[in-house]
């Protein structure tokens, strides 16, 4: 069950342009976040995205992920600490409600093997529709100069 309010020293509120540099100060591995965006600068000034703040470093975020007519799909991440525990959700319910208030429908989509994202989803009230399978085959396409030869 979530907390009542984010534990001391710690906000929960919408990015702003000001924001783009705790973007940038996040974990590599969690740099996925503002990339369908264009990076940190336009995932700060979308309007698009809640955080949770311990200070001035970025703990938590939600944002949309995928931003459709109807739907719009959330994406979020967060650091790994215990005593961050519920933030996610704070940013996720935020987020949410931001998207009704747009006039959209929020949607979550995320791999049948992580369990995580899976039980974030459904603690903010998300329910299966339906499952897919997602099939690639090959190596990643190769980008850029180096892919011309």
Do not use: K
């Amino acid at each position: 069950m979530p907390a009542a309010r984010p534990p001391g020293g710690v906000t929960v509120r919408r990015l702003t342009a000001r924001d783009a540099r705790a973007l940038t100060t996040l974990p590599p591995a969690m740099s996925w976040i503002h990339r369908t965006w264009g990076g940190p600068e336009a995932l700060a000034r979308s309007g698009c995205a809640w955080a949770a703040f311990q200070g001035d470093r970025i703990v938590a975020v939600a944002c949309t992920y995928f931003l459709g007519t109807t739907y719009e799909d959330v994406a979020c991440v967060t650091v790994p600490d215990p005593r961050l525990q519920y933030l996610a959700l704070d940013c996720v319910d935020a987020l949410c409600a931001d998207m009704a208030a747009r006039g959209h429908t929020p949607s979550w989509t995320c791999s049948t093997s992580n369990r995580p994202g899976r039980l974030l989803a459904w603690t903010a009230g998300f329910r299966p529709e339906r499952e897919y399978a997602h099939y690639a085959v090959g190596a990643p396409a190769a980008t850029g100069r180096a892919a011309a030869g």
